[in-house]
């Protein structure tokens, strides 16, 4: 509402237009009386028009009689009082000014409006009341009225001399002369400030409802913190005219982490960057700690402190804290032009529900990132996890250790190293149990598992002999493992897991540090044999050669019944000399030369042997089959050497035979595997029993009623020194099978 100041008398005098007796200046003032009432709306009484037209009669005739001349100008005067009165009296701004805006005429009410007295007014410029931004437009909107478009009706801005600024709805006339030339403009307009102000409240909570609903259509759609904040700025950048909103994100201490902002530009990022602290911004401090939204001018002593202040005065800035369960989010800010009417609790309400939704939504958000970041970090456990499992599970296949997990009796798992072990899978535990365990263990193993299994005991171990399910040349059929056995969940359930280590070559490095001390021990007997045995036995060699040369010189003869001398001494030369034999042999075994390697074919060797047992296998019935490779690559021997092993192991296989009365069959095969050239002695004897395979080798051990137990122990002696190997298995007649493997190339000491 206007505030209207009391004026004195003078005001009111100054707004009256003086007397005069002038024609011209008479017509001059019906002129204007005629605009003025025409403007208002108020018809001429009819005695007034009639005095009109009696005047206009009188003055151009010139006829009129001086007493009727006075008669008509008092009454001319009264009718002017009396029609000034209402137009000064009339609640709207009335007045007339000249091209250039100089004002010629206000009445009372145009004076109260702008605080001013008619003098003041009356020859100053009217371009004074026009905000400056709107002069141009005013001056383009007074030059377009014409003769024929005289009449303008506008709404515009003023401003008093105190800086109020008000909005006035206007009438604008321009009076044209005979000629058409302009006389003045005349004008009347009324305060509509209250309603313009109500108009812009009504346009500015819609605008506001309009922003909330935007705001909250794009929350339900923009998953991204960043778009939607940015997008929430522009929506209430772009819901008024000369608005500007930022809004900062904060830590628990009130620090701003981030800033957005729309129509401040970089001046706000200026700001955040010299105000990392909410603190020190006086608004946003009184926001972080009051509820509601906290209204401050940047020009104000609020403000005094902000960066922004300078730059934007003028604007109403608005600062909501974004809170939601109790949790600070950061502030929004929304600052408007002081042209905007003033903002009311309903609209500051609605900008505190915007801000709700919009610490709802960073919640969501957050909660959002939060679920993210647990799937993305579930997703890379189980990544990791499978890949852990894909490298623990590589780590398994590719173990030197077996591995064996049984669950209720069966076989749930064996990895690679477990089949090699078996050469082959057992397919049940009873075939395990039964047919590769050595019997002598198979009961320790039963007990070993049913006390793991009942969980008597969590771990234990056991040294176990197995027999492979599958033949192979290179292999031996005994093997040592060292079983450890375990209870564990598998699965969901109780399983057994055996882990199985290989020791066989451990077994054999002991068995042949077992052998070699022996030898050392042998070679150590052989010496002392030889120095107490073999001399005293030459000079009894010596006396029975004499002795029987005296016999057959002197023709000696005994009683016919009895046998002759000469013969028994014969016969007691030829144990002799079987006793230099035998400690011949033994001295070899016991101190084994070096080996002389030759590249040779070893199927010459196979060939040499059977000729020089030819003729014994034949008086024994031995039957010979023989396979040997003829693409048979040479390999570095002794040749005479593996002629002594081949002929020693086929004697001991024609003598293995003697008492069978089925076919006797010996088989000699040769063949390449790998690096190696096989030699395999099979027969169809009765075979050797398990449990003395690993003895056979030792010396001095016998199955012969005669023997003396260094042959095989030659045998292998020999194979050794040419780094090969020598193993035992059943022939396919059930017999023994010697397999024996040479390498190719020659191989050094310790190889």
Known sequence: MLKHTKMDTQTTDSCRIKNSTDPNTINDQQDLLSAMVKATGTALSADAATLMRYSEKTVSTGNILKPLKTRRENLLHQSLERYRTIVEDLPDLICCFQKDGTLSYVNRCCCLHFNQRAEELIGSTFFQFIPEEDREIVRNRILSLTLRNPIITHEQRTIDPDGKRSWNKWTLQARFDENGQLIEYQSIGRDITDQKESDLKTLQLNAIIDTAGRISRLIAREKNRDLLLKGVCQYLHEAFIDARAWIVLTDDAANITTGFEAGFGEDFFKMIQSQRSCRSIP???????????????????????????????????????????????????????????????????????????????????????????????????????????????????????????????????????????????????????????????????????????????????IRLRLYPLKNNPLEKDVRWVLCRGSLVMYQGAQAVVLNLLDITSKKHLEQMVIINNKMSSLGRIATGISHEIRNP???????????????????????????????????????????????????????????????????????????????????????????????????????????????????????????????????????????????????????????RRNKIFDPFFTTKKNGSGIGLSICHRIVTDHRGFINISTSRWKGAKFIMGFPLEKRRQGS
Do not use: W
């Open 283 to 461: 608004c946003a401090q009184n926001a972080l700690d009051q509820q509601g939204a906290i209204m401050a001018m940047h020009s104000d002593s609020l403000c005094s402190n902000c960066p922004l202040a300078n730059r934007f005065s003028g604007y109403t800035g608005m600062t909501v804290r974004m809170q939601f369960d109790g949790n600070i989010y950061g502030l929004m800010t929304v600052s408007l032009t002081d042209h905007h009417p003033g903002i009311s609790d309903q609209e500051q309400n609605l900008f505190t529900h915007i801000a709700s939704d919009i610490a709802l939504a960073l919640h969501s958000i957050e909660l959002r990132r939060e679920h993210q970041r647990a799937e993305t970090a579930q997703r890379r456990s189980e990544k990791e996890i499978r890949e852990g499992g894909d490298q623990f599970q590589k780590l398994v296949e590719n173990s030197l250790v077996g591995i064996m997990v049984i669950k209720d009796g069966k076989f749930v798992y064996k990895n690679p190293e477990c089949i090699r072990i078996f050469m082959g899978s057992p397919a049940s535990f009873d075939q395990l149990v039964y047919k590769s365990i050595h019997p002598d263990d198979a009961s320790s193993f039963c007990s070993f598992y049913q006390d793991i299994a009942s969980d008597q005991h969590h771990t234990e171990e």
């Open 537 to 691: 036995l030459s000079t009894i060699n010596v006396c029975l050669s004499v002795l029987k040369r005296y016999c057959l010189e002197m023709n000696i003869r005994v009683d016919e019944d009895r046998p002759d001398l000469s013969d028994i001494i014969t016969d007691m030369i030829s144990s002799s000399n079987k006793i230099e034999s035998v400690i011949h042999k033994v001295i070899d075994f016991a101190k084994p030369g070096i080996p002389r390697l030759i590249r040779t074919n070893i199927n010459h060797c196979i060939c040499n042997a059977l000729e020089l047992s030819a003729v014994a296998l034949k008086k024994m019935g031995v039957h010979i089959h023989t396979e040997l490779d003829e693409q048979l690559p040479e390999c570095f021997l002794d040749k005479q050497s593996i002629i002594q092993i081949l002929i020693n192991l086929i004697t001991n296989a024609a003598e293995a035979m003697n008492e069978n009365l089925k076919d006797k069959i010996i088989e000699i095969t040769t063949s390449q595997l790998h690096h190696f050239v096989i030699v395999t002695v099979s027969d169809s004897g009765p075979g050797i029993p398990p449990d």
